[in-house]
């Protein structure tokens, strides 16, 4: 009868609805994360003259934290598809707190890379069951609820600039300690979550349960299975566009604002406009790529983000300074556009490992772009930091790609 409907059709209902207060929830605990995070990048400029840090070593910096931050997500992300744990997400975060007091008060190269290694460690055992609880929260709208995430913690990346600005030049080092209170707010916030996500586990086991035959709205949630050979050449495709997208964001991110120094004479403070820029539309493009992705598809949307950026990176190395603003900020929309998307494409490709997934998206294939800022800092110690930056601008390339990818079929 159409007044009524079946207890399984009510519960697909509860699994598709999208909660939104969640998905803000650990948006925000990203965004506290990715800020204490871009700290150590923030720092860049500050300990390079405190310390007397030469362009190798930090690039080193650099390194050590994708390294840390993003490698160990697969190894965690295996793990908590086995035994999800929800108390490690205040356990990362206390992590990042140890990080942050050692970065203000490291007194050498050696020991700020350990404070590094805290804020890494944290960052790692916090993302994979920061997506499980965004997987949970999604319903049937996987790239928003995607998008939702990520913005947190790409508007975390963008605080960088301004932190350089506004708290390490009249700082210096030391201005590291308010790093701590993040931690601390990011806790509270988890308060609020972890038991909402210990409830979604008690009563929904893994957070991918196979569809079964007849199983309504629920079902149509899962995605179509692909062969295995299919999923290892689309995992292996997908490394490459995320490494050619992480090792251009190592590039703008860690060197940028010294080439704009050197090259244009700009001050510490000016040369955080256009990477501040950079980032913030970075926050845009992420938000806009996921509501554009559930609508034309995650491969298309990928194919868009990383080649579609590709002529505005060729450009910007050799652009006037005026010109340099409103180019760098459609570059960092177009480029962002299609992280979130390629998480969720991961996820579909391996429906039931859902950390192992996020982890090799977010994680391995973006640390191992950590490779990048040695790479790029140890060249521009010896050919120069012009033509590093000319050379950096083909990665996007890499993005054509991704018209070999399989269609996503949801």
Known sequence: MSGQSSPS?????????????????ISSVHMLNDSMQSVVSALFPIVENSLGLKLGQIGWIAFTLNMTSSVLQPVVGILSDKKPAPWMLPVGMACSMVGMAGLAYAPNFWLLLLAVVFVGLGSAVFHPEGSRVVYFAAGGRRGLAQSIYQVGGNFGQALAPLMTIYIFVPLGQRGAVFGTFLAIAAIIILLKVVPWYSV???EKGKPAPK??????????LQPPLYSNKTIGFALG????????????????????????????GLSIKQAQVPL????AAGVVGTFFGGILADRFGRKQM???SIAGSAPFALLLPHLSIEWVYPVIFILGFI??????????????LMPGKVGMASGLVTGLAF??????????????DHYGLADVMVACSVLPLFGLLSIMLPKDRR
């Open 211 to 220: 569809a079964k035959p007849g199983g309504g709205a629920a079902a149509s």
């Open 9 to 25: 059709s009510a519960s697909a209902a509860v699994k598709q609805s999208t909660v939104f207060s969640i998905l803000v929830a």
């Open 335 to 348: 480029l962002q556009s299609g992280f979130a998307v390629s998480v969720v494409y991961a996820q579909e």
């Open 302 to 304: 990928m194919l868009f």
């Open 367 to 380: 640390g191992m772009g950590g490779l990048g800022a040695i790479a790029f800092g140890t060249a521009a």
């Open 237 to 264: 495709l997908l490394l490459i566009l995320v490494f050619a997208r992480s090792w251009y964001a190592a590039g703008i991110g860690s060197f940028y604002q010294f080439f704009l120094q050197s090259e244009y």
């Open 276 to 279: 501040f820029l950079f980032m």
């Open 200 to 202: 979604q586990l008690a």
